[in-house]
């Protein structure tokens, strides 16, 4: 099977199922953090099929998305079987999407530089000004505030608080986004980290003077 049509089909696919996705992972988010990924993976000189097929399918099996997991990575599985992909690579990618989801904080260093790159490019799409959209419109589909003053930043926290503690958008920037620049892994993605960090550091001065009505 030719490449680019798996990959192209890969796209199709994934497009249908996120359409009217509403938790954040919907398809142009997946699209963003595709085509970062491809660019990365140029500039890193990465193995582009591996890093955009993983890229595209990063999201079908979070727990976030799916009610079973194990049944979301066998459905992933069997549609890179079909369209061709073997199984060697099969195996890369799987593994990529089950290792790179940034989960409460873990921070273990991925193995493959593909790995790496998939990771990077998913957290560059939590930060910067489409970071920020992102964030509000997640603490607003929970039912958060824009900034709850009474609330403290939790500093170690386990998954299901992570989840599910009470928090607001702007607590969100200190207990993940602005932690986001130094987890990059590639330089690649580090050098764009550093303006969309410093873009979020502007924001959160700009939100505080406003919030204080000065
Ligand atoms: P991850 O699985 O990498 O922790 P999610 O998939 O939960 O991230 O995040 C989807 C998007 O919603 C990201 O941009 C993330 O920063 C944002 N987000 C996640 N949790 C919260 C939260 N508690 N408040 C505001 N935004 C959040
Ligand atoms: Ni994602």
Redesign the pocket.
Same mark, same amino acid.
């Given at each position: 099977m030719n490449k680019e049509v798996i990959v192209a089909d890969t796209k199709e696919m994934v497009r249908t199922k996120l359409k009217n996705e509403g938790?954040?992972?919907d398809w142009y988010h997946i699209e963003r953090v595709w085509k970062t990924a491809s660019k990365l993976a140029e500039k890193e000189q990465a193995n582009s099929y591996i890093v955009e097929l993983a890229a595209l399918l990063h999201d079908l099996i +979070?727990d976030?998305l799916v009610t079973s997991k194990d049944k979301a990575i066998e459905e992933v599985e069997y549609w890179l079987e079909g369209a061709g992909v073997s199984s060697k690579d099969t195996e890369r990618i799987m593994d990529i999407i089950q290792t790179i989801?940034?989960?409460g904080g873990n921070g273990r260093r991925l193995a493959s530089l593909e790995a790496q790159i998939v990771q990077d490019a998913?957290r560059l799409?939590?930060i910067g000004a489409i970071?920020i959209a992102?964030?509000f419109a997640?603490?607003g589909s929970?039912g +958060?505030l824009l900034f709850d003053p009474e609330l403290s930043v939790r500093d170690e926290m386990t998954e299901q608080e992570y989840r599910e503690g009470p928090?607001s958008?702007i607590h969100?920037f200190y207990e993940?986004?602005l932690k986001l620049k130094e987890l990059m892994n590639t330089e690649a993605a580090k050098e764009i980290a550093e303006e969309r960090h410093s873009f979020m550091e502007e924001y959160l001065m700009t939100f505080f003077e406003e919030w204080e009505a000065n």
């Open positions: 938790t954040g992972h +979070d976030k989801s940034y989960k998913d799409d939590a970071g992102r964030c997640y603490a929970k +958060d928090s958008a969100h993940k986004l």
